[in-house]
């Protein structure tokens, strides 16, 4: 992998120690560039914020954190949007030795006041009246809690003792930022995963855990002071966490807060990122809305497209060492400018690259960034490993894998193939869990991810599969639901798939239908959209079955879909479909459907 020669402006791991350390270093290194990018909503502007700035007011939250009697050790969780303010209270918590529970602001009131009360969490930070009034209905699980802290004033709430908002709560002036002595070992942060069955599972991971990956991530791509991330990941997870965050402190590079999802398109034009951090959704959205544009557009401008992505891919494979040097390039420059520059410029113009994570990115949609000569690199993690275990590189990236090994990290195959990891960013344990960390670590530090993979000669991970996710059917056959899923899914008609098929003699699918798609699919097959019944009927359950064959052609033969079940409401963390990182929670999709999924199965 190259890198930049001149590493002046990157503090290292050694001269860090510490998470708020690294703070604190940054701080001593530029503390007049520009940090934070955040949307000021009262004056409908872009704030910018120096390093100095936020240590200035990580000093407030700490005399507050202070005056409140939390010591070393304690507990405090933070249920905010990617902000400044995120920033503050997790620095200002770390450098007291205090441990930070991050919670996702849309999961549900239970499961919020199950993480507080198993981490015994003191103080809670969150955003308003919306989020408060959420939680009333829990009240009383949040025992644990000798601090409420709302962002936003709340007006007429209902007063609890514990409750304040944080312009009453912090005082003027905090005096001198704090950094308590201790051991980089010491735990840093409890990040609860969202199982997709039971309970969430508290991860432990120390300060040295997170910081070694974020060095690590440095040798992957290496950011410059001039780089501008742009952060729309919730900080709640860790991906985010460590290669948004973390990192950009390490190399002092500017990280501009998306407003959310929904805006992204426009602040990605306002804020022109150079690079982007994100799970593979939203790419494939990205990617949809250029595949919709292009289906509605002349033929020709489809063509030009195609011939731009295959042209610019091939020079990929070129320059990557694993292709031969083609006439066709010829053409690039004129592809380029008519197409690859026009479509990148929907990005801002500036993105140098755009990492991904958290789940398989299609080879289609890869193959379509990369042949527009976008870098896309890849990567593979889970909490438990700070995240990040194995990435892509600029000048090693084979996007069919998730790459090798990152520095510091090994990986291996154990028993059915699954990918074991050890390293210095495996995790201290589950919080008060000793028997589910058994499960996962080994007596010699080995974990098992719980995936499974091969991996090639030169040491890129291929992920083949998930050990608990197989399908067995009746007659033996093993297939692996995500594959299939994704493949299904890249038909703009589905929503969200689930395929279904354990212990049973064929598959069958549940899926939400696009609403814009399903009403032109009745207009091309002249059907009420509205009608009772209708999407029970055989007639749609023919034509959905005919549109997944077409996805899912080059699976094996025994791999065939016989049945769907149709809905057109969404699978959503408020309906508890989803986990809050957005994982199908398959049991609670099977047991609401449980009379559809019985129909597709009757007689069999």
Same mark, same amino acid.
């Given at each position: 992998?190259?890198?930049?020669?001149?590493?002046?402006?990157?503090?290292?791991?050694? #001269?860090?120690?510490?998470? /708020?350390?690294?703070?604190?270093?940054?701080?001593?290194?530029?503390?007049?560039?520009?940090?934070?990018?955040?949307?000021?909503?009262?004056? @409908? $502007?872009?704030?910018?914020?120096?390093?100095?700035?936020?240590?200035?007011?990580?000093?407030?939250?700490?005399?507050?954190?202070?005056?409140?009697?939390?010591?070393?050790?304690?507990?405090?969780?933070?249920?905010?949007?990617?902000?400044?303010?995120?920033?503050?209270?997790?620095?200002?918590?770390?450098?007291?030795?205090?441990?930070?529970?991050? !919670?996702?602001?849309?999961?549900?009131?239970?499961?919020?006041?199950?993480?507080?009360?198993?981490?015994?969490?003191?103080?809670?930070?969150?955003?308003?009246?919306?989020?408060?009034?959420?939680?009333?209905?829990?009240?009383?699980?949040?025992?644990?809690?000798?601090?409420?802290?709302?962002?936003?004033?709340?007006?007429?709430?209902?007063?609890?003792?514990?409750?304040?908002?944080?312009?009453?709560?912090?005082? /003027?002036?905090?005096?001198?930022?704090?950094?308590?002595?201790?051991?980089?070992?010491?735990? @840093?942060?409890?990040?609860?995963?969202?199982?997709?069955?039971?309970?969430?599972?508290?991860?432990?991971?120390?300060?040295?855990?997170?910081?070694?990956?974020?060095?690590?991530?440095?040798?992957?791509?290496?950011?410059?002071?001039?780089?501008?991330?742009? %952060?729309?990941?919730?900080?709640?997870?860790?991906?985010?966490?460590?290669?948004?965050?973390?990192?950009?402190?390490?190399?002092?590079?500017?990280?501009?807060?998306?407003? %959310?999802? &929904?805006?992204?398109?426009?602040?990605?034009?306002?804020?022109?990122?150079?690079?982007?951090?994100?799970?593979?959704?939203?790419?494939?959205?990205?990617?949809?809305?250029?595949?919709?544009?292009?289906?509605?557009?002349?033929?020709?401008?489809?063509?030009?497209?195609?011939?731009?992505?295959?042209?610019?891919?091939?020079?990929?494979?070129?320059?990557?060492?694993? +292709?031969?040097?083609?006439?066709?390039?010829?053409?690039?420059?004129?592809?380029?400018?008519?197409? #690859?520059?026009?479509?990148?410029?929907?990005?801002? +113009?500036?993105?140098?690259?755009?990492?991904?994570?958290?789940?398989?990115?299609?080879?289609?949609? %890869?193959?379509?960034?990369?042949?527009?000569?976008?870098?896309?690199?890849?990567?593979?993690?889970?909490?438990?490993?700070?995240?990040?275990?194995?990435? $892509?590189?600029?000048?090693?990236? !084979?996007?069919? %894998?998730?790459?090798?090994?990152?520095?510091?990290?090994?990986?291996?195959?154990?028993?059915?193939?699954? !990918?074991?990891?050890?390293?210095?960013?495996?995790?201290?344990?589950?919080?008060?869990?000793?028997?589910?960390?058994?499960?996962?670590?080994?007596?010699?530090?080995?974990?098992?991810? +719980?995936?499974?993979?091969?991996? /090639?000669?030169?040491?890129?991970?291929?992920?083949?599969?998930?050990?608990?996710?197989?399908?067995?059917?009746? $007659? +033996?056959?093993?297939?692996?639901?995500?594959?299939?899923?994704?493949?299904?899914?890249?038909?703009? !008609?589905?929503?969200?798939?689930?395929?279904?098929?354990?212990?049973?003699?064929?598959?069958?699918?549940?899926?939400?239908?696009?609403?814009?798609?399903?009403?032109?699919?009745?207009?091309?097959?002249?059907?009420?959209?509205?009608?009772?019944?209708?999407?029970?009927?055989?007639?749609?359950?023919?034509?959905?079955?005919?549109?997944?064959?077409? &996805?899912?052609?080059?699976?094996?033969?025994?791999?065939?879909?016989?049945?769907?079940?149709?809905?057109?409401?969404?699978?959503?963390?408020?309906?508890?479909?989803?986990?809050?990182?957005?994982?199908?929670?398959?049991?609670?999709?099977?047991?609401?459907?449980?009379?559809?999924?019985?129909?597709?199965?009757?007689?069999?």
């Amino acid at each position: 992998m190259s890198q930049q020669k001149d590493l002046s402006h990157v503090v290292t791991a050694q #001269a860090a120690g510490t998470l /708020d350390g690294l703070f604190r270093e940054r701080v001593k290194l530029t503390p007049d560039t520009v940090a934070y990018r955040h949307f000021n909503e009262p004056h @409908a $502007n872009w704030r910018d914020y120096t390093w100095a700035q936020i240590d200035h007011q990580v000093a407030r939250w700490q005399a507050a954190f202070e005056r409140d009697g939390l010591k070393p050790g304690d507990r405090v969780a933070v249920m905010l949007r990617n902000s400044p303010e995120w920033v503050m209270f997790d620095q200002a918590a770390l450098g007291l030795g205090l441990v930070v529970v991050p !919670l996702y602001t849309q999961d549900r009131p239970e499961n919020v006041a199950y993480i507080i009360g198993d981490a015994g969490c003191k103080a809670l930070l969150f955003e308003g009246p919306e989020q408060w009034h959420g939680l009333e209905g829990v009240r009383g699980q949040l025992a644990s809690l000798t601090r409420i802290l709302s962002v936003m004033p709340l007006g007429g709430t209902d007063h609890d003792p514990r409750l304040q908002s944080t312009g009453e709560w912090l005082p /003027d002036e905090g005096g001198d930022t704090r950094h308590l002595a201790r051991d980089p070992a010491a735990l @840093a942060t409890i990040v609860y995963t969202s199982g997709t069955t039971g309970r969430p599972k508290g991860v432990m991971l120390s300060h040295h855990n997170i910081l070694s990956n974020v060095a690590a991530c440095l040798t992957v791509l290496t950011p410059r002071p001039d780089d501008v991330f742009l %952060s729309f990941l919730p900080l709640s997870h860790t991906f985010e966490r460590t290669c948004g965050y973390y990192l950009a402190i390490m190399t002092g590079s500017t990280t501009a807060y998306a407003r %959310s999802v &929904q805006q992204l398109a426009d602040d990605l034009q306002s804020l022109r990122p150079t690079l982007l951090i994100s799970v593979p959704r939203i790419y494939e959205r990205v990617y949809a809305a250029i595949r919709a544009r292009l289906d509605e557009g002349p033929a020709l401008r489809k063509k030009l497209f195609q011939l731009a992505v295959e042209v610019g891919y091939a020079r990929f494979e070129h320059a990557q060492g694993r +292709g031969p040097w083609l006439p066709s390039f010829l053409l690039w420059p004129v592809l380029d400018a008519l197409v #690859a520059r026009k479509i990148l410029a929907r990005l801002g +113009g500036r993105v140098r690259a755009a990492i991904s994570g958290g789940a398989a990115l299609p080879p289609d949609v %890869s193959r379509v960034f990369t042949g527009l000569g976008l870098i896309v690199l890849q990567g593979y993690g889970m909490t438990e490993l700070s995240p990040v275990a194995c990435a $892509n590189r600029p000048d090693d990236n !084979l996007p069919a %894998s998730v790459g090798r090994a990152v520095p510091g990290v090994e990986v291996k195959l154990g028993d059915n193939n699954a !990918l074991m990891v050890k390293g210095r960013n495996v995790m201290q344990g589950y919080w008060n869990n000793a028997e589910a960390t058994r499960q996962v670590i080994q007596a010699d530090g080995w974990l098992n991810t +719980g995936d499974t993979a091969r991996i /090639d000669p030169r040491g890129h991970v291929f992920i083949t599969g998930r050990l608990k996710e197989i399908i067995v059917l009746s $007659n +033996g056959e093993k297939v692996p639901p995500v594959d299939m899923e994704a493949a299904i899914a890249r038909d703009p !008609l589905f929503e969200q798939v689930m395929l279904l098929g354990e212990a049973r003699p064929y598959l069958s699918v549940m899926a939400v239908l696009s609403a814009e798609h399903w009403k032109k699919l009745c207009g091309e097959h002249r059907l009420e959209a509205g009608a009772a019944g209708i999407l029970q009927s055989k007639q749609v359950a023919d034509i959905v079955l005919q549109r997944v064959a077409v &996805q899912i052609g080059h699976f094996p033969g025994y791999a065939q879909v016989r049945r769907v079940a149709l809905t057109l409401e969404p699978w959503s963390v408020e309906n508890g479909m989803l986990t809050p990182t957005l994982k199908l929670k398959r049991a609670k999709v099977i047991e609401k459907f449980h009379a559809e999924v019985d129909q597709m199965y009757s007689g069999h």
